[in-house]
C-alpha cells in the first residue's frame, strides 16, 4: 500500500543553516506530493505541493523537488529564520483515490537564535 | 471568513459528558475529513465525508460519531469518552472529485481534554 516515510527529529538548526528534511514514498500510481507545516497550537498549513514528476514546489524561501527516480521529495531552505520551527509532514495523495492521503510522522523543527 | 474553521478551539470534558465539535468549510469543497492527533503518534484518519456520504471510517469506536448535514458542515458527536482519547481533532477539506489531485486544508483544530 501507499506510504510515506519522513526523517525522524527532531532537528536543531541555528539561524541561517541550511534546512534539509528528507521524505520518501511509496505509491502504486501517480500521485500528489505535499509538505505541510503545523506551528504550535495550532492546524496543519500546506506549505507545497508537486503534483508531477520533475515539478518543483516553493513557498517563503521552501523548496521541494518530485523525483520519482528515487521516490523521493526532500524539503530544503537555504536560510532558516527562528519564525520556521514548526513540526513539518510529509504527505502524497494517489490521483485515483483522491480522497486517501497519506501522512508522514512529522519532523518537529527548533531554530535557535 | 475563509477557509476551515473549527469551535470550539479547546474543550475539557467529563467522561459521562456529551459535546459535540464543529467544523465549517468556506471553499466550495465537497470532501470533509476528522483526523486525530496524539502526541508522538501519527497523524490519525477517522472518518471521511464525500458529498455528504461517509466512505470511510477507520475503526473508529462508537463512542465518536460523525455527522455531515451539508457539504460546508462536519460533526464530531463525544459521548461517554475515555481519557486516551484526549487529543487535537483536526478538520479537514477538499475538493472531493475523483480523479483530479486533491489537496486537504485544514482548520486550526480542537484540544480536547478528557478527565
Known amino acids: 500500500g501507499d506510504s510515506v516515510t519522513q526523517m525522524e527529529g527532531p532537528v536543531t538548526l541555528s539561524e541561517e543553516a541550511f534546512l534539509t528534511i528528507n521524505c520518501t514514498y511509496t505509491?502504486?500510481?501517480?500521485?500528489?506530493l505535499f509538505w505541510y507545516v503545523q506551528y504550535p497550537g495550532e492546524g496543519l498549513q500546506l506549505l507545497l505541493k508537486?503534483?508531477?514528476?520533475?515539478d518543483k514546489g516553493s513557498n517563503k524561501g521552501f523548496e521541494a523537488t518530485y523525483r520519482k527516480e528515487t521516490t523521493s521529495f526532500h524539503l530544503e531552505k537555504g536560510s532558516v529564520q527562528v519564525s520556521d520551527s514548526a513540526v513539518y509532514f510529509c504527505?502524497?495523495?494517489?490521483?485515483?483515490?483522491?480522497?486517501?492521503?497519506?501522512f508522514g510522522t512529522g519532523t518537529s523543527l527548533t531554530v535557535i537564535p | 471568513e475563509t477557509g476551515v474553521t473549527q469551535t470550539p478551539r479547546h474543550l475539557v470534558m467529563g467522561m459521562t459528558n456529551k459535546k459535540s465539535l464543529k467544523c465549517e468549510q468556506h471553499?466550495?469543497?465537497?470532501?470533509m475529513y476528522w483526523y486525530k492527533q496524539s502526541a508522538k503518534k501519527p497523524l490519525e484518519l477517522m472518518f471521511v465525508?464525500?458529498?455528504?456520504?461517509?466512505?470511510e471510517n477507520n475503526s473508529v469506536p462508537s463512542r465518536f460519531s460523525p455527522e455531515c448535514p451539508n457539504s460546508s458542515h462536519l460533526f464530531l458527536h463525544l459521548h461517554t469518552l475515555q481519557p486516551e482519547d484526549s487529543a487535537l481533532y483536526l478538520c479537514?477539506?477538499?475538493?472531493?472529485?475523483?480523479?483530479?489531485?486533491?489537496?486537504?486544508?485544514f482548520g486550526p483544530g480542537t484540544r480536547l481534554l478528557v478527565l
Open positions: 505509491a502504486t500510481g501517480y500521485p500528489s
Open positions: 479537514a477539506s477538499s475538493q472531493g472529485k475523483s480523479g483530479s489531485q486533491e489537496t486537504q486544508y
Open positions: 471553499l466550495g469543497h465537497n470532501a
Open positions: 504527505a502524497l495523495s494517489e490521483t485515483d483515490t483522491g480522497n486517501q492521503f497519506y
Open positions: 508537486a503534483t508531477k514528476a520533475d
Open positions: 465525508y464525500n458529498f455528504k456520504e461517509q466512505t
